[in-house]
Structure formats: C-alpha cells, structure tokens
C-alpha cells in the first residue's frame, strides 16, 4: 500500500486555476465561442439544405475527373447510399459539418503555422518536438482541456477535434516547403526574388501537394476523432456508436461505424485526387 | 576600357562563421582545411573582366567555380574581398539593394536549367519581369520576343518537363536575357546537353553574344568549350587561379604542369589531325588523367 499520509492531489489546483481563467477571460472564451458555434451552424445549415442525390451527383462527378477510374468513381457514388439505406444520413451530415469545421479551422491555424516552422529554423526547433508530443498523445486527452474551459457541447467538439487533427497539417507544409529544390530556389533569389516572392511563387505552389497531403491528413483524423469527441457533446454518427456501446446494441453500433468508415473512404479518395490535380507537370 | 566586373582577393571559405576564419594565419588555415573543419572553395581570386568580353573560367569538378560564380551574385556569402560590377559594390548592397541588383545588373543561367516546372516556358521567360511587376501584357511581349529570339516560338504554353535539355536551356537563356540585364553569369550551362546539340548552342552563343555585346562570365569543365568561347579564359585548381590569358596564350605558354597536362592533348589535337572526332576521344582520355 502506498502511505495514505503521502497523497496528494492536485485537481482543486486546477479547478481553481480553470475557473480562474473563465472568469478572467470570459469575454474572450464567449467570443471565439460564439464564433465556432456560428461557423458550425452555417455549415451545417448549409449542408443540410443540399438534397441527397446532388452530393452522389457531385462525388461521381469530382471522383470521375480527377482520377478517371469509372470502377473506383462507381464504387464511391454507391457507398454513401448505404449510409442513407441504413437511416443514418442526416447524422451523416452533422458528422460532416463538424469535421469540415474542424478541418477548416486547422488549416487557418496550420498552414501558417507550417510555414513559420519552414521559414525560421529556431521555430522548427521548437515546433517539431510539441507536433510529436501531440501526435503520440491518446485523443482522448484533448477532451480534458476543451471541456475545462468549454464545458460539454459542440464548441468544445469542436476544438478537441482541431487540437487533434492540425499536427498533420503543420508538419506536412514544413517538410514540402522545406523539400522545393534548393537549384529552384536559388534561380528565384537570383533573378531578384524577395523572401515573400520566393514564397508565394515559388515555395508555396511546389509545396502544394505535400500541403494538400497533410490536409487529407487532418481530414481523416477529424473523421477519427469525431467519434470521441462525441463523448462530450459531439453528436453525430459518434454519438449514435456511443449509444449503442452504453446499451450494448451491436447491431446499431455496426450500422454507425460503418458509415463512419464510408465516410472516410470517400473523403480520402475524394481529397487525393484532388491533390494530385497540384503537382506539377513532369514528364 | 571600363570594367564590367572587378574582383580582388576574393575567398569564400566554407564551415566556420565568417569570423572564425583565420584568413591572416595561412598556417592556421591549412590546418583547419587538413582536419576537414573548413573546406576553402575560393582562394584569393583577383581578376576582371571589360565590358562585353567573354571571361571563362574552367576547371575540373570541386575546382570552386560555381562557388564562386555564385559570389558574384551573392548567392553565396563571400568570406573576404571585394566585387564590383557594373559600378556596384556588391559585396556592400544592403538586402534591398541586391534585391534590385540581381533584377537588373545580371542574370543566371544554370547547368540544370533552374526553371519553375510549375509555370509555363512563357512564365518561366518572364519571371524576372513578373517579380519587378512590369504589367502582363508588356512582359509577355518581352518574353514572345526572346523566345523567338532562342528559337522557341510557339512554345509559350508548354511546361519545362515537355522539352529536351537543350529546350530547356534556350529558355533559361531567354530567361536572362529578358530584363536585358549588361552581364551574363553562366554556369556550365551546356554541360548536361549532348555533343551536337551542345556545339549547336556554344555557336548560337557566339552569335547571340555578337548582337547583343553582352558581359558573359563563362564557367565550364571543358577546355574545349573554353576555347572557343572565351576571349580571355582563367583556369582554376583548388579554388585559385592558376593561370589567366587569351587562349592562346594558355595554349602557347601554360603557367604551370598543371595547365600544361589540361592543354598537351589539345595541342596534340592541332598538330596531328583535323579531325573533330578524333579529338574529342583524346580529351574524353585527358579528363580521366588528370582526376
Ligand atoms: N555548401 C557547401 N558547404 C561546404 N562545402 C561546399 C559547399 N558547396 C561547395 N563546397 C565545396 O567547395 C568546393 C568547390 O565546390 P564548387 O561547387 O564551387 O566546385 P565546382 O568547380 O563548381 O565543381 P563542379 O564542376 O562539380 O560543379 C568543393 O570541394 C565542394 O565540396
Ligand atoms: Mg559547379
């Protein structure tokens, strides 16, 4: 037995501390809040107005023209159609309007941050270690600082789901600004580019498909993480798995993992074609 | 006759910080080099070049002739000495300053073309134009222009991937020449192209060089292509120059057994036959030798 006299705890510290921080920044937890919150509504709304078909119409079509596969085009526009057959469409769409809000959030905060990281060696430095820590962190810590200072809800899904999601992101803008030829960038510099030049015309678009292989990233760990960020207010396909785990329904279970796993399957095929549309032409 | 470029003891040492280079202690120095703790690429160069002559410098691989081609744009950092050209200090611009010189003193061409592979061959002749933001229609003139100048007309919208080597170099050629810029800096720009395609584009060079009176820095591995190019030609071992003179007299007198071993097959050459073909297997012979 460990000594009773020795325990100690430190989880009113941190209560403490949290409430401290609600009550000192209210304005600015209420404010990015709210922002978050309308963001996700509006996606939301707007998804839901599309009618089913259109999004089959649209994943046949964007499947067909960026890979040109009529098998692999085929397979993608039936698979979301189970997810209608099984009644889970619109929690489909909830899942969906999360996800696009966490992945859109991440890219704002992780674009930028991955080429800070390129840009100045001391910020990859410090950056690489805290993308690691975080990349090896089980998803189910990110839910313990969000709900702290979020509460339950879909703000705080929300969150927990972009903390997880951007290392990706971050990582893989670094490596492909970091990959572009030095003999291309050399020729830019020499015929008088400025740093921002040689960025914005140079770095960034022959970055691109790295960039845009980091974002397919974020998206499938987004996709992952929905599912438990459900377990504080998530809602969606991962709140119907979460019910079905607590009343020991398999069945009901399956029918929602599987949707997740649809889900997955076509946005990543969906976004890699796409990617593949940015690399530059080669012979 | 005015100088297009002026160097005086120019070295570039690379490994240490620019401070920590003992350039004063030439014993200190040698020993640094010996323990592999500083590798000097150039040593103490001194040379210039009037205004639209064609100054080549050649040398074997490592010799430091791309590093110090590269000096003279500030590519790389010089670790000591001074460059002028066209009347600027380069080695004292401020980073605004050689912003503006590398856009309109000089231009580049590079051994591997150096190109955009995401931006058209008519992007890629006008980028200089684009980053000095002359307005579209004007500097795709420009770059129509020096296209057709290079014999690339109609090629505007194809990509670096779509064309052969030599394509590939016309464009960067009319790359640099598009802001029309007094000097040329080239780097062993036809080295990576075959033999008939390579004395194709040395010809075109002359001619281009003919109209257009340009300062062409010239930098190949190829005594050969020196030869025939260059007005005056230095020839560099170990980041010095060994010996500096037109042509002729590298060939008539070399400064040393050094320069001697690099030109006695050409001399051979003139002596025993005018066949080319001949020729080019003696010196394929020569390059082994010497390296
Ligand atoms: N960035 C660098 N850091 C350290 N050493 C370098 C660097 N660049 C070049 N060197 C060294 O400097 C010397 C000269 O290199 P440089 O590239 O200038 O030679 P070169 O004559 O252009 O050769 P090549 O014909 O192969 O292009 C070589 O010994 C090379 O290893
Ligand atoms: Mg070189």
């Known amino acids: 037995m460990f000594p009773d006299a020795w325990e100690f705890s430190i989880a009113r510290w941190i209560n403490d501390f949290t409430n401290w921080l609600l009550t000192t920044f209210s304005a600015f937890f209420d404010a990015l809040s709210g922002i978050i919150l309308s963001l996700l509504l509006n996606i939301h709304s707007g998804l839901e107005t599309i009618p089913w078909w259109i999004y089959i119409l649209a994943i046949a079509l964007t499947a067909f023209f960026t890979t040109k596969k009529i098998g692999l085009t085929i397979v993608l526009s039936i698979l979301p159609v189970i997810v209608g057959l099984f009644g889970l469409w619109d929690l489909a769409i909830e899942t969906i309007a999360i996800v696009l809000t966490a992945v859109v959030i991440a890219i704002i905060i992780g674009i930028p941050l991955g080429v800070i990281m390129a840009e100045f060696k001391r910020m990859e430095g410090l950056g690489r270690p805290i993308l690691d820590a975080m990349q090896t962190m089980p998803s189910f810590v990110y839910l313990i600082p969000t709900m702290m200072l979020f509460g339950l809800g879909k703000v705080p899904a929300v969150l927990a789901t972009v903390i997880y999601a951007v290392p990706p992101v971050i990582r893989l803008t670094n490596l492909g600004l970091r990959q572009v030829s030095q003999e291309v960038q050399e020729a830019a510099l020499a015929y008088g580019a400025t740093r921002f030049q040689l960025l914005k015309e140079v770095r960034i678009p022959l970055a691109m498909p790295s960039i845009l292989a980091g974002v397919n990233q974020t998206t499938m760990m987004a996709l992952a993480m929905v599912v438990i960020a459900s377990m504080i207010g998530g809602g969606g396909l991962g709140y119907e798995v979460l019910v079905s785990i607590n009343r020991i329904d398999v069945g009901r279970g399956f029918e929602a993992g599987i949707s997740v796993v649809i889900l997955a399957i076509v946005i990543d095929r969906l976004t890699q074609g796409f990617a593949k549309r940015f690399e530059p032409p080669s012979n | ?291």
Request: proline share 4%.
């Open chain 2, 1 to 291: 006759m005015t100088k297009a470029i002026e160097v005086k003891d120019l070295w570039k040492v690379y490994g240490p910080r620019k401070e920590n280079v003992p350039l004063d202690q030439p014993e200190k120095l040698s020993k640094m080099e010996e323990k592999r703790e500083a590798v000097v690429a150039v040593r103490d160069v001194s040379f210039s070049v009037d205004s639209g002559e064609v100054f080549v410098v050649m040398g074997l691989s490592g010799s430091g002739k791309s590093t110090l081609i590269r000096c003279l744009m500030r590519l790389v950092e010089p670790t000591a000495g001074s460059i002028n050209m066209n009347g600027e200090d380069v080695s004292s611009l401020s980073n605004q300053e050689l912003t503006q010189f590398r856009r309109n003193a000089a231009a580049m061409v590079f051994q591997h073309y150096g190109l955009l592979p995401h931006r058209t061959v008519l992007e890629n002749v006008s980028f200089g134009l684009n980053l000095k933001k002359v307005p579209r229609r004007e500097r795709e003139e420009r770059a129509r222009e020096l296209l057709s100048t290079v014999g690339l007309e109609g090629w505007d919208n194809y990509y670096p991937a779509n064309l052969s080597g030599g394509m590939q170099q016309r464009v960067g050629i009319a790359r640099a020449l598009a802001s029309d810029p007094p000097i040329l800096l080239m780097d062993e720009p036809f080295s990576g192209l075959d033999p008939l395609i390579r004395r194709e584009m040395q010809e075109e060079m002359v001619d281009l060089h003919q109209k257009t009176n340009k300062t062409i820095f010239f930098v190949t591995h190829d005594l050969d292509e020196g030869m025939r190019l260059g007005d005056r030609m230095a020839v560099m071992r170990g980041g010095s120059f060994v010996q500096v003179g037109t042509p002729e007299e590298i060939l008539d007198d070399p400064a040393d057994e050094y320069v001697a071993r690099f030109v006695q097959d050409k001399k051979e050459m003139f002596q025993e036959a005018e066949k080319e073909n001949k020729g080019k297997q003696d010196r394929k012979g020569l390059t082994e030798d010497v390296s």
